[in-house]
Protein backbone atom coordinates (compact mmCIF):
# COMPACT_ATOMS: atom_id res chain seq x y z
CA UNK A 1 0.00 0.00 0.00
CA UNK A 2 1.86 3.43 -1.24
CA UNK A 3 1.93 6.00 1.54
CA UNK A 4 1.14 8.62 -1.12
CA UNK A 5 0.11 8.59 -4.83
CA UNK A 6 1.40 11.70 -6.12
CA UNK A 7 4.82 13.51 -4.76
CA UNK A 8 4.32 17.62 -5.44
CA UNK A 9 5.24 18.75 -1.55
CA UNK A 10 7.69 18.32 0.74
CA UNK A 11 4.61 19.60 3.15
CA UNK A 12 2.70 16.62 1.98
CA UNK A 13 4.90 14.19 4.01
CA UNK A 14 5.28 13.32 7.42
CA UNK A 15 8.61 12.60 8.95
CA UNK A 16 7.15 8.83 9.09
CA UNK A 17 6.90 9.12 5.11
CA UNK A 18 10.29 10.58 5.02
CA UNK A 19 12.21 8.46 6.87
CA UNK A 20 9.98 4.84 5.19
CA UNK A 21 11.65 6.29 2.02
CA UNK A 22 14.91 6.87 3.24
CA UNK A 23 15.37 3.82 4.72
CA UNK A 24 13.88 2.08 1.39
CA UNK A 25 16.64 3.96 -0.82
CA UNK A 26 19.05 1.91 1.16
CA UNK A 27 17.31 -1.20 -0.62
CA UNK A 28 18.56 0.20 -3.88
CA UNK A 29 21.84 1.59 -3.61
CA UNK A 30 23.30 -1.99 -5.25
CA UNK A 31 20.79 -1.70 -7.89
CA UNK A 32 21.43 1.83 -8.35
CA UNK A 33 25.64 1.20 -8.64
CA UNK A 34 24.40 -1.97 -11.32
CA UNK A 35 25.99 -4.04 -8.97
CA UNK A 36 22.42 -6.29 -8.78
CA UNK A 37 19.72 -6.64 -11.21
CA UNK A 38 16.08 -5.69 -10.21
CA UNK A 39 12.81 -6.05 -12.44
CA UNK A 40 10.35 -4.46 -9.95
CA UNK A 41 9.21 -2.12 -12.64
CA UNK A 42 8.78 -4.38 -15.83
CA UNK A 43 5.79 -3.77 -17.37
CA UNK A 44 5.79 0.17 -16.43
CA UNK A 45 6.54 3.39 -18.65
CA UNK A 46 7.61 6.54 -16.76
CA UNK A 47 6.87 9.79 -19.19
CA UNK A 48 9.34 12.46 -18.43
CA UNK A 49 7.59 16.28 -19.02
CA UNK A 50 10.50 18.93 -18.81
CA UNK A 51 9.89 22.26 -19.27
CA UNK A 52 13.08 23.62 -18.20
CA UNK A 53 16.53 22.03 -18.23
CA UNK A 54 17.52 19.02 -16.43
CA UNK A 55 20.70 16.90 -16.17
CA UNK A 56 20.31 15.53 -12.76
CA UNK A 57 16.95 14.84 -11.95
CA UNK A 58 15.83 13.51 -15.75
CA UNK A 59 18.97 11.15 -16.21
CA UNK A 60 18.76 9.76 -12.50
CA UNK A 61 15.20 9.02 -12.84
CA UNK A 62 15.76 7.53 -16.26
CA UNK A 63 18.42 5.62 -14.40
CA UNK A 64 16.32 4.61 -11.80
CA UNK A 65 13.65 3.50 -13.69
CA UNK A 66 16.07 1.47 -16.32
CA UNK A 67 17.56 -0.39 -13.61
CA UNK A 68 14.74 -1.29 -12.43
CA UNK A 69 13.45 -2.89 -15.48
CA UNK A 70 10.93 0.04 -16.74
CA UNK A 71 10.87 2.00 -19.81
CA UNK A 72 11.00 6.06 -19.98
CA UNK A 73 9.22 7.86 -22.24
CA UNK A 74 10.23 11.65 -23.37
CA UNK A 75 8.51 14.84 -24.06
CA UNK A 76 11.68 16.02 -25.40
CA UNK A 77 12.14 20.08 -25.95
CA UNK A 78 8.94 21.71 -25.33
CA UNK A 79 9.72 23.08 -29.41
CA UNK A 80 9.59 20.09 -30.88
CA UNK A 81 6.51 18.96 -28.90
CA UNK A 82 2.87 20.05 -29.47
CA UNK A 83 3.02 22.78 -27.22
CA UNK A 84 4.81 24.61 -29.48
CA UNK A 85 1.60 24.70 -31.78
CA UNK A 86 -0.42 26.30 -28.43
CA UNK A 87 -1.48 23.12 -26.62
CA UNK A 88 -2.55 23.71 -23.15
CA UNK A 89 -0.26 22.04 -19.84
CA UNK A 90 -3.68 20.71 -19.07
CA UNK A 91 -4.14 18.88 -22.22
CA UNK A 92 -0.62 18.16 -22.57
CA UNK A 93 -0.72 15.56 -19.11
CA UNK A 94 -4.51 14.42 -20.20
CA UNK A 95 -2.81 12.99 -22.97
CA UNK A 96 0.60 11.32 -21.61
CA UNK A 97 -1.29 10.27 -18.48
CA UNK A 98 -2.63 7.26 -21.34
CA UNK A 99 0.83 6.41 -22.07
CA UNK A 100 2.67 6.07 -19.03
CA UNK A 101 2.15 4.79 -15.14
CA UNK A 102 3.91 8.05 -14.09
CA UNK A 103 4.80 11.13 -14.87
CA UNK A 104 7.66 13.12 -13.89
CA UNK A 105 7.09 17.44 -14.28
CA UNK A 106 9.37 20.17 -14.14
CA UNK A 107 7.89 23.64 -15.21
CA UNK A 108 8.76 26.94 -14.83
CA UNK A 109 5.54 28.17 -12.90
CA UNK A 110 5.29 27.51 -8.94
CA UNK A 111 1.92 25.15 -8.72
CA UNK A 112 2.16 23.37 -12.19
CA UNK A 113 3.01 19.94 -11.04
CA UNK A 114 0.23 20.42 -8.48
CA UNK A 115 -2.03 21.32 -11.12
CA UNK A 116 -0.81 18.15 -12.93
CA UNK A 117 -1.81 16.14 -10.68
CA UNK A 118 -5.49 17.03 -10.74
CA UNK A 119 -5.41 16.39 -14.66
CA UNK A 120 -3.39 13.71 -14.56
CA UNK A 121 -4.74 9.66 -14.68
CA UNK A 122 -1.49 8.45 -13.41
CA UNK A 123 0.77 9.41 -10.22
CA UNK A 124 2.56 12.73 -10.96
CA UNK A 125 5.82 13.52 -9.29
CA UNK A 126 7.42 17.32 -9.11
CA UNK A 127 11.03 17.85 -10.37
CA UNK A 128 10.95 21.26 -9.62
CA UNK A 129 8.20 23.56 -10.13
CA UNK A 130 9.30 27.28 -10.46
CA UNK A 131 11.16 29.04 -7.55
CA UNK A 132 8.17 26.83 -5.36
CA UNK A 133 9.66 22.95 -4.15
CA UNK A 134 11.78 20.11 -5.67
CA UNK A 135 10.93 17.26 -3.18
CA UNK A 136 12.49 14.68 -4.47
CA UNK A 137 16.06 16.70 -4.47
CA UNK A 138 15.16 17.05 -0.50
CA UNK A 139 14.54 13.35 0.09
CA UNK A 140 18.40 12.63 -1.88
CA UNK A 141 19.51 15.60 0.53
CA UNK A 142 18.27 14.38 3.55
CA UNK A 143 19.49 10.64 2.22
CA UNK A 144 22.67 12.45 2.15
CA UNK A 145 23.06 13.96 5.55
CA UNK A 146 22.07 10.66 6.87
CA UNK A 147 24.19 8.61 5.19
CA UNK A 148 27.25 10.56 5.62
CA UNK A 149 26.77 12.86 8.80
CA UNK A 150 23.46 11.79 10.47
CA UNK A 151 20.41 13.97 10.74
CA UNK A 152 20.74 14.11 14.83
CA UNK A 153 21.98 17.14 16.74
CA UNK A 154 22.46 18.25 12.81
CA UNK A 155 23.60 22.12 12.44
CA UNK A 156 23.23 23.41 8.68
CA UNK A 157 24.34 26.45 7.09
CA UNK A 158 21.98 27.03 3.62
CA UNK A 159 24.64 29.19 1.97
CA UNK A 160 23.54 31.35 -1.44
CA UNK A 161 20.57 31.84 -3.12
CA UNK A 162 17.67 31.49 -0.53
CA UNK A 163 15.32 33.34 -1.92
CA UNK A 164 14.65 31.69 -5.27
CA UNK A 165 16.58 28.61 -4.44
CA UNK A 166 13.65 25.55 -4.87
CA UNK A 167 15.93 22.79 -3.13
CA UNK A 168 16.53 25.24 0.06
CA UNK A 169 12.49 26.00 0.39
CA UNK A 170 12.14 22.31 0.44
CA UNK A 171 14.73 21.42 2.17
CA UNK A 172 14.22 23.69 5.54
CA UNK A 173 10.49 22.36 5.65
CA UNK A 174 12.09 18.83 5.79
CA UNK A 175 14.59 19.54 8.59
CA UNK A 176 12.26 21.00 10.73
CA UNK A 177 10.81 17.94 10.79
CA UNK A 178 14.48 16.58 12.12
CA UNK A 179 15.09 19.63 14.67
CA UNK A 180 18.01 20.89 12.85
CA UNK A 181 19.54 23.72 13.66
CA UNK A 182 19.27 26.08 10.21
CA UNK A 183 22.47 28.96 9.71
CA UNK A 184 21.29 31.50 6.71
CA UNK A 185 23.93 33.22 4.97
CA UNK A 186 22.96 34.96 1.91
CA UNK A 187 23.86 38.52 0.04
CA UNK A 188 20.46 40.99 1.52
CA UNK A 189 18.66 40.60 -1.97
CA UNK A 190 18.39 36.78 -1.28
CA UNK A 191 17.61 36.49 1.80
CA UNK A 192 15.08 33.16 2.87
CA UNK A 193 11.44 34.70 2.27
CA UNK A 194 9.95 35.34 6.17
CA UNK A 195 7.08 32.88 5.41
CA UNK A 196 9.42 30.32 5.33
CA UNK A 197 10.39 30.86 8.54
CA UNK A 198 7.10 29.29 10.06
CA UNK A 199 8.53 25.91 11.45
CA UNK A 200 12.12 25.38 12.41
CA UNK A 201 15.64 27.56 14.14
CA UNK A 202 16.90 29.95 11.89
CA UNK A 203 20.45 32.00 12.79
CA UNK A 204 21.48 34.26 9.99
CA UNK A 205 25.57 34.11 10.21
CA UNK A 206 28.40 35.15 7.86
CA UNK A 207 30.02 32.50 5.44
CA UNK A 208 33.33 32.40 8.19
CA UNK A 209 31.20 31.63 11.17
CA UNK A 210 29.28 28.74 9.03
CA UNK A 211 32.42 26.97 7.58
CA UNK A 212 33.82 26.98 11.37
CA UNK A 213 30.43 26.04 12.89
CA UNK A 214 28.33 24.01 11.02
CA UNK A 215 28.31 19.78 10.25
CA UNK A 216 26.88 20.31 6.32
CA UNK A 217 27.52 23.43 4.60
CA UNK A 218 24.81 23.09 2.00
CA UNK A 219 25.83 25.86 -1.20
CA UNK A 220 23.25 27.21 -4.12
CA UNK A 221 24.01 28.57 -7.49
CA UNK A 222 22.20 31.82 -7.62
CA UNK A 223 19.10 31.20 -9.68
CA UNK A 224 19.74 33.64 -12.67
CA UNK A 225 16.69 32.42 -14.26
CA UNK A 226 14.61 33.78 -11.79
CA UNK A 227 15.24 37.39 -11.83
CA UNK A 228 12.82 40.14 -12.73
CA UNK A 229 16.16 41.71 -14.95
CA UNK A 230 19.66 40.67 -15.59
CA UNK A 231 20.30 44.32 -13.46
CA UNK A 232 19.39 42.86 -10.43
CA UNK A 233 21.38 38.87 -11.12
CA UNK A 234 24.97 41.16 -11.33
CA UNK A 235 24.75 43.13 -8.57
CA UNK A 236 24.54 39.94 -6.41
CA UNK A 237 26.57 37.52 -8.93
CA UNK A 238 29.58 36.12 -7.63
CA UNK A 239 29.05 37.55 -4.00
CA UNK A 240 30.19 34.37 -2.22
CA UNK A 241 32.60 31.37 -3.35
CA UNK A 242 33.75 28.52 -1.71
CA UNK A 243 37.41 27.80 -1.40
CA UNK A 244 39.67 24.93 -0.20
CA UNK A 245 41.85 27.48 1.28
CA UNK A 246 38.47 28.65 3.42
CA UNK A 247 37.85 24.77 4.50
CA UNK A 248 41.60 23.81 6.04
CA UNK A 249 40.65 23.84 9.44
CA UNK A 250 37.22 22.55 8.64
CA UNK A 251 35.18 19.32 9.24
CA UNK A 252 32.24 20.48 7.50
CA UNK A 253 31.09 18.58 4.73
CA UNK A 254 30.06 20.60 1.51
CA UNK A 255 26.73 19.71 -0.18
CA UNK A 256 25.22 21.32 -3.12
CA UNK A 257 22.33 20.15 -5.61
CA UNK A 258 24.63 21.36 -8.81
CA UNK A 259 24.93 22.64 -11.35
CA UNK A 260 27.37 24.76 -9.70
CA UNK A 261 28.66 28.09 -11.63
CA UNK A 262 31.47 29.79 -9.76
CA UNK A 263 30.27 29.54 -5.38
CA UNK A 264 32.49 26.54 -5.04
CA UNK A 265 36.16 26.41 -6.43
CA UNK A 266 37.12 23.38 -8.37
CA UNK A 267 40.14 22.43 -5.91
CA UNK A 268 37.28 21.70 -2.93
CA UNK A 269 36.38 18.72 -5.33
CA UNK A 270 39.51 16.69 -4.35
CA UNK A 271 38.88 17.48 -0.53
CA UNK A 272 37.22 15.24 1.54
CA UNK A 273 35.22 17.46 2.39
CA UNK A 274 33.57 17.44 -0.97
CA UNK A 275 30.20 15.25 -0.82
CA UNK A 276 28.35 16.69 -3.73
CA UNK A 277 29.14 14.27 -6.57
CA UNK A 278 27.86 11.37 -3.88
CA UNK A 279 24.84 13.23 -3.46
CA UNK A 280 24.17 13.59 -6.85
CA UNK A 281 24.57 9.73 -7.22
CA UNK A 282 21.96 9.45 -4.04
CA UNK A 283 19.69 10.91 -6.45
CA UNK A 284 18.92 7.06 -8.24
CA UNK A 285 18.44 5.28 -5.03
CA UNK A 286 16.15 7.87 -3.82
CA UNK A 287 14.31 8.05 -7.03
CA UNK A 288 13.95 4.34 -7.35
CA UNK A 289 12.29 4.57 -3.72
CA UNK A 290 9.92 7.19 -4.97
CA UNK A 291 9.21 5.68 -7.75
CA UNK A 292 8.53 1.75 -6.42
CA UNK A 293 6.46 3.86 -3.81
CA UNK A 294 3.94 5.66 -6.20
CA UNK A 295 4.08 2.86 -9.02
CA UNK A 296 3.24 -0.49 -6.73
N1 LIG B 1 19.76 19.38 -8.77
C1 LIG B 1 19.05 19.48 -9.93
O1 LIG B 1 17.81 19.63 -9.92
O2 LIG B 1 19.81 19.36 -11.05
P1 LIG B 1 19.25 19.43 -12.54
O3 LIG B 1 18.71 20.84 -12.74
O4 LIG B 1 20.42 19.13 -13.42
O5 LIG B 1 18.15 18.43 -12.66
Sequence with gaps: MSRFRHLISIDDLERDDIEHILSKADSFVEIARGEKSSGILEGKILANLFFEPSTRTRMSFESAMKRLGGEVINLGSVEASSIA?????????????????????????????????????????????????????????????????????????????LKYSRTVHSLIKALAHFGAEMLLVSPEALKLPDELKENGSFAECDLEYAVENADVIYVTRIQKERFPDEEEYRKVAGSYRITAEMLKNSSAVIMHPLPRVDEISYDVDSLPNAIYFRQAFYGVPVRMAILTEVML
Excluded: M, W
Aim: glycine share 10%; with cysteine.
Design 85 to 161: KGESLADTVRVVSGYADCIVIRHYREGSARFASVVSEVPVINAGDGAGQHPTQTLLDLYTIKKEVGLKNLRIALVGD
